[in-house]
C-alpha cells in the first residue's frame, strides 16, 4: 500500500533553514504529482508547494513561501523535498506530504527564538 514517511522536522531560530524529506513507497512515484501541505494552530491544512511527476513544468508555491521554499524530487530514491529558508513564526506547524488521497504522518516544525 502507498506509505509516505517525513522526517526533517524541528526547532529553528527566525531566519534559519530546514530540509524536509518525505521517502514514499507502494506507488510508482516518478508519474505521481507530489504535495507538501502545512496544519498551523487553528487553520486546516493549506497546500504550500507541489510538483509533477513526469514532466518539467515549473513547481507550484503559495504566495506566503514563494522565494523562500523549494520543492524537490529525486525519483530514483522515491523521495521528495521541501528546503525551507528565512523561515519565519507563522511557518510554525506541522508539514504533511500528500500524494492523492494519501497521507504522512506529519512532521512538526517550530520557528521561535
Known amino acids: 500500500q502507498v506509505r509516505l514517511v517525513e522526517t526533517g522536522g524541528g526547532l529553528v531560530q527566525p531566519g534559519g533553514s530546514l530540509t524536509l524529506s518525505c521517502v514514499a513507497s507502494?506507488?510508482?512515484?516518478?508519474?505521481?504529482?507530489m504535495r507538501w501541505f502545512r496544519q498551523t494552530p487553528g487553520n486546516g491544512r493549506e497546500l504550500v508547494a507541489g510538483?509533477?511527476?513526469?514532466?518539467?513544468?515549473?513547481?507550484f508555491y503559495d504566495h506566503s513561501v514563494q522565494g523562500r521554499f523549494t520543492i524537490s524530487r529525486n525519483n530514483a530514491k522515491n523521495t521528495v523535498f521541501l528546503q525551507m529558508n528565512n523561515l519565519k513564526p507563522e511557518d510554525t506547524g506541522v508539514y504533511y506530504c500528500?500524494?492523492?488521497?494519501?497521507w504522512g504522518q506529519g512532521t512538526q516544525v517550530t520557528v521561535s527564538s
Open positions: 507502494g506507488f510508482a512515484f516518478s508519474e505521481h504529482y
Open positions: 500528500n500524494t492523492e488521497s494519501s
Open positions: 510538483i509533477i511527476g513526469g514532466s518539467n513544468a515549473p513547481p
